[in-house]
């Protein structure tokens, strides 16, 4: 069936450092990748999404680019704020699954001033 | 106000006792979802309901039920609730977008203790 894998957490940055989460998955046909958020106390945001291979998704100075051939989805930002502390999701929603969400363990990152 | 919304927003509760959480949206997405949040292993499904008619099972189903009383509301139950459903539940919904991309939109979620 569909599985995502991202890196286990926590994650400790500096303001201004460069953030990457990895991200990668198994799927039949060609799913939709998203990456959600989670602040404190609150529900998922999408952050971004991509639907086919080589789409790059953007939101808030994140990116990722859905990347077929080594089926991950990576997510990036150049210079995360303590505003960015939050726990991020990695999800697919695959064709084969009637379009239902299959999510990652998600990934904690904590930004200290 | 919310697009999404859930009752209770926290809830603790006795072994074996039936537990209620409601699920409303204002968004007139027809497609709803029930998940639950564990610690490390991320959200997974538990209910899922594509219209009025529609209920589906998800991975995770057992000892729970639901109910689609209209397209704005989706309950889930738990019959009789144990300490493993200890956990923090989430309500989604969705519309089938273009292209056939389905992103979902998420309550605020609920809180479950089950002592």
């Known amino acids: 069936g569909d599985s995502v894998t991202q890196m286990e957490g926590p994650v400790t940055l500096s303001e201004e450092a460069f953030l990457t989460i990895n991200c990668t998955y198994t799927a039949t046909g060609y799913p939709s990748l998203f990456w959600y958020v989670q602040y404190p106390g609150e529900g998922l945001q999408l952050l971004l999404k991509?639907?086919?291979?080589?789409d790059k998704g953007s939101n808030k100075g994140f990116e990722a680019t859905y990347r077929k051939e080594t089926t991950s989805f990576h997510l990036e930002k150049g210079s995360v704020q303590v505003s960015d502390s939050a726990v991020y999701f990695c999800?697919?929603?695959?064709?084969?699954?009637?379009?239902?969400?299959?999510f990652g363990g998600g990934t904690r990152v904590l930004v200290k001033p | 106000d919310a697009d999404v919304t859930q009752t209770p927003r926290n809830r603790i509760t006795k072994t074996g006792k039936r537990i209620m959480l409601e699920c409303s949206q204002t968004?007139?997405?027809?497609?709803m979802y029930w998940y639950r949040q564990d610690p490390g292993l991320g959200l997974r499904l538990i209910y899922y309901?594509?219209?009025?008619?529609?209920?589906n099972k998800g991975e995770i189903s057992d000892g729970y039920s639901v109910s689609r009383q209209a397209q704005a509301k989706f309950s889930l139950s738990l019959e009789s609730a144990i300490p493993n459903q200890t956990a923090l539940y989430f309500c989604a919904t969705s519309d089938l977008g273009t292209g056939g991309t389905d992103t979902q939109y998420f309550g605020p979620g609920t809180r479950l203790t089950v002592l």
């Open positions: 309901s594509f219209d009025v008619k529609d209920i």
């Open positions: 968004k007139g997405h027809d497609r």
């Open positions: 991509a639907t086919k291979a080589d």
């Open positions: 999800a697919l929603s695959g064709q084969a699954a009637g379009n239902k969400l299959t």
